[in-house]
């Protein structure tokens, strides 16, 4: 086990960089869980995961806006879940930019979507960086004042392991369950 921190300790300030690319809501956790434990620094881990989730969501806009038939090849299996971004962009506006960062299952989506249409750069960008600030001060505090009871959590979860498959097969579910209902041809 202390092997394991302090290889999380060592590369996890790379590893928060390069999942927070994609998104990073878990890394960001476990960092902030690791800080409340004095085996990281928050402010760095923060700093970290909102450059790396500002710079990952505004090159997925930038893909979408200025390479949009090369992506789209890549997209074709996700026509369905697309179009859901797009809907919502059009129904909540600006808006979806700001709950994106929270969803987990459309966070990489939003950008594509938005950079599809003719929704303005710097306007995504303006709204992107105050979304990104407000992502990481919400997970980030959170999850350093919950430290605790998540490590406590961690603790009950190790002591029983066949109670995570359960859990990420309920929670991968639900998010199966909601995006294959949200994106069913009617």
Do not use: C
């Not at 928050?42 to 990952?56: P, R």
């Not at 789209?72 to 700001?98: E, F, P, T």
Request: charged share 15%; no cysteine.
């Amino acid at each position: 086990m202390e092997d394991m921190l302090s290889n999380l300790v060592t590369y996890g300030y790379i590893g928060l960089f390069l999942y927070s690319l994609g998104g990073g809501f878990i890394a960001l956790m476990a960092a902030a869980v690791l800080a409340s434990q004095g085996k990281m620094d928050l402010g760095l881990a923060m700093g970290i995961a909102f450059v790396a989730n500002f710079v990952g969501d505004t090159l997925l806009f930038y893909m979408a806006r200025y390479h949009k038939s090369e992506m789209m090849n890549y997209l074709r299996k996700h026509r369905r879940k697309l179009a859901l971004s797009h809907l919502l962009m059009k129904k909540h506006g600006r808006w979806v930019i700001y709950m994106q960062k929270f969803v987990y299952g459309i966070k990489t989506l939003i950008p594509l979507a938005i950079g599809i249409t003719k929704f303005p750069f710097g306007k995504f960008t303006l709204h992107n960086f105050i979304a990104t600030i407000v992502w990481t001060a919400v997970i980030g505090f959170g999850s350093y004042l919950a430290g605790n009871v998540l490590m406590s959590a961690y603790e009950v979860v190790a002591d029983k392991p066949y109670l995570a498959p359960i859990i990420l097969v309920v929670i991968g579910g639900s998010i199966w369950f909601y995006m294959s209902w949200a994106t069913k041809k009617r």
